[in-house]
């Protein structure tokens, strides 16, 4: 996951050498993130606990000519060259490029004078694993823009335009979470976010001090039908919703959860809101720990919402499980996919000393069964996007 190619900072720096010819005037970082507990809860007005990762895109820039971009990763051999008339219509730069000129399509429509600029992009966090590269590349452009520009734009607006960059420029449909995580992160701790208010609090998340680690592991399961399948989710919730007579299914208290079941009249809907009305009691339940200074016992929640979104909300694929298993077989306190599903990444709550014989567990389990070697990473909760 990302090692063994030097230092990203400085991979970005070299980028800007050779591409411009010339120093960037800054560098400019932004984090992936993961989810630590909360899936599908955001659509249904619910609560989400993702958290900053030690993974980080850096963007090394210097203004250039007047209403011009060009910008370079290292995952591209060309740059890519667009000036205000591009920058202005949503999907006319397309490709990777996209999350960098909506970035720049996001501030002027917010009536910013976006400076014309040259960027060079180097990243650690994996890309399309779930750890939100997208979500990095835009923060850290976003990062770099403001500063160059010296644009008035409180960091709280942040994460709102960065989301506007990569739903209406290049098309996706993401909830606020990526970003929030990534922009307004802080080292040792997870934020609490609720999708209904987007109101958000640093919620204390020490592994360190408490001797333990989260272990990711990268299913590397290919996304099978995962875009359908999160549309029919989405819709299945939403008719759920409309028939029990509330805006979301974050209105249905825990307490009223088997009431609530009673008036449906299909198993397989019923099963999708139980997913969702218990995996927000289960955040709720894991702040509380978290508050409460008792790390380790989040550890069932953990694999209590694994098995949710297996059995009830079906989104789990044999290689996530086979993680989830072999890691709490080898003595993780608790293990869960993390993402929206079909793939993606597992997380692993772990004594520090145990990472490593967890991580071994679930790459034996892997060759076991056929499955392409999985990558693993020991995280600490890390800082959100920063100047460097
Ligand atoms: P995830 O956010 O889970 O990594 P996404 O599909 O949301 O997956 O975003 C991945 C896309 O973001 C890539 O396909 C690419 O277009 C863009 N991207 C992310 N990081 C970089 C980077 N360092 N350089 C260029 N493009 C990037
Ligand atoms: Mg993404």
Redesign the pocket.
């Known amino acids: 996951m990302g090692e063994g190619r030097g230092d990203v900072a400085d991979r970005a720096t070299a980028g800007f050498r050779q591409r411009y010819g010339t120093e960037p005037a800054g560098r400019w970082a932004a984090p992936g993130r993961v989810n630590l507990i909360g899936e599908h809860t955001d659509y249904n007005d619910g609560f989400v606990l993702p958290f900053a990762l030690p993974l980080r ?1 850096v963007v090394a820039a210097a203004p250039g000519p007047d209403g011009r971009w060009t910008v370079w ?1 290292e ?2 051999d060309e740059p890519v060259e667009f000036g205000a008339e591009a920058a202005d219509e949503p999907g006319r730069v397309d ?2 490029a996209a ?1 960098v000129a909506g970035v720049v399509w996001a501030l002027r429509a917010a009536g910013l004078d976006v400076p014309g600029a040259r960027l060079a ?1 180097a ?1 650690d ?13 835009e923060s850290a452009v976003l990062a770099a823009l403001v500063d160059l520009g010296g644009l008035d734009l409180p960091t709280e607006r942040w994460p709102r335009l960065a989301q506007r960059a990569e739903n209406d420029y290049v098309g ?1 449909p993401t909830g606020i979470m990526d970003q929030s995580a990534v922009i307004r992160g802080v080292q040792g701790h997870a934020l609490f976010l609720d999708c209904r208010t987007e109101e958000v609090e640093q919620i204390p998340f020490d592994l360190d001090a408490a001797g333990l680690a989260v272990l990711v592991v990268d299913s590397r399961a290919p996304h099978r039908h995962a875009d359908g399948e999160y549309a029919a989710r989405r819709r299945s919730c939403e008719r759920a919703a409309a028939t029990l007579g509330v805006a979301a299914l974050r209105d249905v208290p825990t307490a009223d959860l088997d009431a609530a079941l009673a008036r449906l009249d299909d198993e397989e809907t019923r099963r999708r809101v139980r997913h969702v009305v218990t995996e927000d009691q289960r955040v709720l339940d894991t702040v509380a720990l978290l508050r409460a200074g008792r790390v380790r016992d989040i550890g069932p929640l953990l694999t209590a919402s694994h098995a949710s979104m297996r059995d009830d909300f079906e989104i789990t694929v044999p290689e996530v499980d086979t993680a989830v298993e072999a890691a709490l077989t080898a003595g993780a306190h608790g293990a869960r996919m993390t993402g929206g599903g079909f793939g993606g990444c597992v997380l692993a709550l772990v004594d520090v000393d145990a990472a490593d014989t967890v991580a071994r567990a679930v790459a034996d389990a892997y060759a076991e069964r056929g499955f392409a070697a999985p990558g693993t990473l020991t995280v600490q909760p890390a800082g959100g996007v920063t100047r460097m």
Do not use: E, K, N, R
Not at 128 to 137: D, E, F, K, N
């Open positions: 895109t990763s995952l591209d490709g990777w999350y992009i990243s966090v994996p890309v399309g694993s779930g750890l939100s590269s997208s979500a990095a590349i996706a």
